[in-house]
């Protein structure tokens, strides 16, 4: 009987595993452009992301650039009508806090011959621009992205004649402000206040960005900072181990994205899962932290950096320079903060169990070994 209360729930936790989807797309990338008379958003879209037959739906065939130019007419008029269905789900802007009408094209498709851009794995894309008529007033322009598959949109803003570039996350079930305007009657002086949105709000998006790949997309790492908690759910021990493993994954997440380190993601993929597991196993022998739990930790927190740069190097593609300094601080800054979130959490559910505190750390740690053993082994076969 106990055999089966014990593997039950195990068995239904790897359940959960197996069926958590991989995302196919983690971003979307828009650049914001103001002219006397236009607000426009353009940028490259993955045409499978936007059709309901592939999105969203795991081991779905890739669309490949050469097929989608080889199709018929109807084709080709189904796949603008869908892509356009699906921006209108994904996406709303806002002056005022009203929402306001956009307007969406697909240059490509508007040419006699059809000819999508080139990208290295043959992926079809397709260029999108969402034009909207400026508004009279002063105020400010609001972008909105709600993605049930949990996309974040990254909009790039480029403030005419001034060199500054800012960037800016928008996580699903999020809005950011895209301009202040200030000079509403002489839409030439219409300013964005220091030169791109404010770097406090640039900040917060990116934080928001951080925390939201831990809580609640990352469950992976989530379960790396519960096993450390298991072996000594103590504040100051552990406050010590996250600042610890957030330092060694800040290092490789930076190295990384600036292009100085690569590893293939799937070697990364399969090392964080082994590392996940080996957590869980080591709290399963061993009584007590040790100095060495120390070196353990910041040795996998430069692995997951390795993982966290798969994620925002594709976000930050083409940005170069100083201009990644404050997405690379504020998703540090996130992860960080939801780190912390995971150990309050972890507390407040222990104290009501404390007095099955040593129960709780073993079936926790067998949890999360098993996890780790079961991503690692479905990454090595995949």
């Given at each position: ?9 195990l068995?239904a ?20 452009l ?18 309901p037959?592939?999105?969203?739906v795991?081991?779905a ?7 989608v ?6 084709e ?10 699906t ?6 802007l806002e ?5 306001i009408?956009?307007?969406i ?10 000819v999508?851009?080139e ?5 079809a ?8 008529d400026v508004?009279?007033?002063p105020?400010?322009?609001?972008v ?8 974040e ?19 699903s079930?999020?809005?950011a ?8 009657d002489?839409v ?5 206040k220091?030169?791109t949105p404010?770097?406090a709000?640039q900040?917060e ?12 997309l990352g ?17 100051k021990?552990l ?28 070697l ?8 996940i597991?080996?957590i869980g196993?080591?709290?399963l022998i061993?009584?007590r ?34 201009q ?16 912390i ?5 972890a507390?407040l ?9 040593t ?10 070994a ?13």
């Amino acid at each position: 009987m106990r055999f089966r209360q014990f593997f039950a729930p195990l068995l239904a936790f790897l359940a959960i595993l197996a069926s958590a989807a991989a995302h196919q797309v983690d971003s979307v990338e828009l650049e914001f452009l103001r002219t006397r008379e236009k607000w426009k958003l353009t940028g490259l879209l993955d045409i499978a992301y936007m059709l309901p037959e592939s999105r969203g739906v795991d081991d779905a065939p890739p669309l490949f650039r050469k097929d989608v130019m080889k199709a018929p007419p109807a084709e080709l008029a189904r796949i603008r009508k869908e892509a356009e269905a699906t921006m209108r789900k994904l996406l709303k802007l806002e002056f005022n806090g009203r929402e306001i009408a956009w307007k969406i094209v697909f240059p490509d498709f508007e040419k006699d011959t059809l000819v999508l851009p080139e990208e290295t794995g043959g992926w079809a894309l397709m260029n999108c621009d969402i034009t909207a008529d400026v508004k009279p007033g002063p105020g400010e322009l609001a972008v909105s992205w709600k993605d049930d598959e949990e996309s974040e949109l990254i909009v790039i803003i480029e403030e005419p004649g001034a060199g500054d570039i800012g960037l800016l996350s928008v996580s699903s079930g999020t809005s950011a402000v895209l301009l202040e305007v200030e000079a509403p009657d002489e839409v030439e002086k219409t300013t964005v206040k220091s030169g791109t949105p404010g770097k406090a709000r640039q900040a917060e998006s990116w934080i928001i960005s951080g925390y939201r790949h831990v809580i609640p997309l990352g469950l992976d790492h989530l379960l790396f900072i519960l096993g450390l908690f298991l072996l000594a759910p103590r504040w100051k021990p552990l406050l010590g181990q996250s600042l610890l493993f957030t330092c060694a994954h800040s290092i490789t997440l930076a190295l990384a994205v600036f292009g100085i380190i690569s590893l293939p993601s799937k070697l990364v993929e399969i090392l964080i899962a082994a590392s996940i597991a080996w957590i869980g196993i080591e709290n399963l022998i061993t009584q007590r932290l040790k100095p060495s739990r120390l070196f353990i930790v910041f040795g996998f927190g430069l692995l997951h950096g390795l993982g966290f740069a798969s994620v925002l190097g594709e976000k930050l593609d083409g940005i170069t320079g100083s201009q990644l300094a404050l997405p690379l601080v504020g998703f540090n800054v996130g992860v960080e903060l939801a780190q912390i979130t995971v150990l309050i959490c972890a507390f407040l559910i222990l104290w009501p169990l404390r007095k099955w505190t040593t129960k709780v750390q073993l079936v926790g740690s067998i949890f999360v070994a098993a996890a780790g053993l079961f991503w690692m082994v479905e990454r090595i076969i995949s």
